[in-house]
């Protein structure tokens, strides 16, 4: 697909995950992919489920043997609370898919997902070139904070690359 993720970027985004043995890895947006067949070859006896809105995007991804496939939106992830440990997506950022008014009640409602679905030792990953509006949308909802940036570059485009844990409790 046009605006699927360049493989490279994919590796960058599964290494700063540090995907485990038998993690279960879940791409929100997953396209054509990319991402989860890079998880699955770095880390076998990983569990990857990619979901997408786009039947198009489901089906290219199953030719590019992603078995667990899943016609859903991110901002309702059919995935129980506490089931996910690494969340890794390439988000809708404006340029060829989605758009920055839609990312203001998009990057939210995926957040609050997010903080659903990631266990407590989770960690998700997340590339953007709409960097304010995930910054923003990250300090206001609380539940998961920024451990990580890594601004890429590739094709012209600069994301950022946002890694994500739950905060430390303290005593």
């Known amino acids: ?3 699927s993720t360049n493989s490279l970027v994919a590796e960058v985004l599964v290494r700063l995950a540090k995907v485990g043995a038998k993690d279960c890895v879940v791409d929100p ?5 990319t991402i989860l067949r890079v998880v699955r070859r770095r880390e076998p006896s990983s569990r990857v489920i990619g979901l997408d809105h786009d039947p198009q995007a489901i089906a290219v991804a199953r030719r590019n043997d992603v078995t667990e496939l899943v016609r859903a939106k991110a901002e309702a992830l ?4 506490n089931s996910v440990d690494r969340i890794i997506t390439n988000l809708p950022f404006g340029k060829q898919v989605g758009s920055h008014h839609g990312n203001r009640t998009l990057y939210p409602a995926v957040l609050h ?3 659903r ?3 407590s030792a989770g960690r998700a990953v997340l590339l953007t070139e709409d ?3 995930l910054t923003k949308a990250i300090e206001q909802q609380k539940a998961l904070k920024v451990v990580r940036q890594r601004m890429l570059r590739y094709n012209g485009a600069s994301p950022t690359a946002y890694v994500l844990t739950r905060p ?4």
């Not at 947006?29 to 992919?33: D, L, Y």
């Not at 059919?78 to 609370?81: C, V």
């Not at 430390?168 to 005593?171: A, D, E, K, P, V």
């Open 78 to 81: 059919p995935l129980p609370e």
């Open 131 to 133: 960097k304010r509006l």
């Open 29 to 33: 947006f997953c396209g054509a992919g």
């Open 168 to 171: 430390r409790r303290t005593r």
């Open 1 to 3: 697909m046009p605006w």
């Open 113 to 115: 997902e997010i903080d």
């Open 117 to 119: 679905v990631l266990t």
